[in-house]
């Protein structure tokens, strides 16, 4: 009998979990946000496939946060205009993503108000947990608590194209270029150059593209060579040296893979592309 029991207990329990997960599936799916299911949030403007993944982080202002097309917000991001809900912050938007964004899971996106906003240009992409603000808290006066003292706000800009790492920490005032890569854990304020690389707390510029010299210091790793169009699976697989490549490899295929293995000749990718992808392996 103990052991009649146990097997129902087991059943049921399988049942149980089964069940949870979908429910969650479920959720995720209708909870998502989008321009054409906005739930509860009335944005100024949400763009062509975007899509906010549920659960969403805190998010008001909506009024005044505008995101553009294709932008991937991961679960937990919190996007905020003004330094609290039911704030009028004027006709302008304070918070603006461009197309192509991508925001990781619990990033956090806090736009001051008029004259302190946040915008982050295109194809700009953020790690988890990445935090852009454009007010700070002040400590002015040694009599009042910090939390209590007037806080500090200066306009935010992200250039397009740009990379922030994990746990990055953009403050008030800060104005990145194109093409810049931070560090994970990085800090940064003041201004960045375009095409460079910064880390450390505070973030300082570790490697820079120089357009008569390249890369200064020098990249460390060849750049990656991108899959060749109409390569198969099993194509990669043998190429990888995980099976013996069959028959059917030989062909204009197979050219192409010889020249990514490195049998040939293959165009660099672009400046921009290779220092990104080279910053963020060894800034």
């Excluded at 009599?143 to 990379?163: D, K, L, N, T, Y």
């Excluded at 190429?239 to 293959?266: N, Y």
Aim: charged residues 15%; glycine residues 14%.
């Amino acid at each position: 009998m103990p052991k009649n029991r146990n097997v129902f207990s087991s059943l049921l329990s399988r049942a149980t979990s089964r069940a949870v997960h979908g429910l969650w599936r479920h959720a995720q799916r209708a909870g998502a946000v989008s321009a054409e299911h906005p739930g509860p949030y009335a944005f100024r403007g949400i763009g062509e496939g975007t899509r906010l993944a549920f659960p969403q982080g805190t998010l008001f202002g909506t009024e005044w946060i505008e995101l553009g097309a294709y932008c991937v917000v991961g679960a937990e991001v919190t996007l905020t205009a003004g330094m609290m809900p039911d704030l009028d912050l004027g006709p302008d938007t304070v918070l603006r993503l461009g197309d192509g964004v991508v925001l990781g899971r619990g990033s956090h996106v806090v736009a001051h108000g008029a004259g302190a906003g946040v915008t982050i240009g295109n194809d700009v992409f953020c790690g988890p947990y990445v935090y852009i603000t454009s007010t700070n808290h002040s400590y002015d006066d040694p009599h009042q608590p910090i939390g209590r003292q007037w806080p500090r706000s200066a306009p935010v800009e992200i250039g397009a194209g740009s990379w922030l790492g994990t746990g990055a920490v953009v403050l008030p005032g800060a104005r990145l270029g194109r093409n810049t890569v931070v560090a994970a854990g990085s800090v940064v304020r003041g201004e960045v150059p375009d095409h460079a690389v910064v880390a450390g707390a505070p973030a300082r510029v570790v490697r820079r593209w120089d357009p008569r010299e390249g890369w200064l210091p020098p990249l460390r790793t060849p750049p990656p060579v991108p899959v060749p169009e109409g390569v198969t699976p099993g194509q990669l697989a043998a190429l990888a040296g995980l099976e013996t490549p069959g028959p059917e490899t030989p062909g204009p295929e197979a050219g192409r893979l010889d020249r990514a293995a490195g049998h040939g000749t293959v165009p660099a990718p672009p400046a921009d592309r290779t220092g990104s992808t080279d910053g963020m392996r060894t800034p």
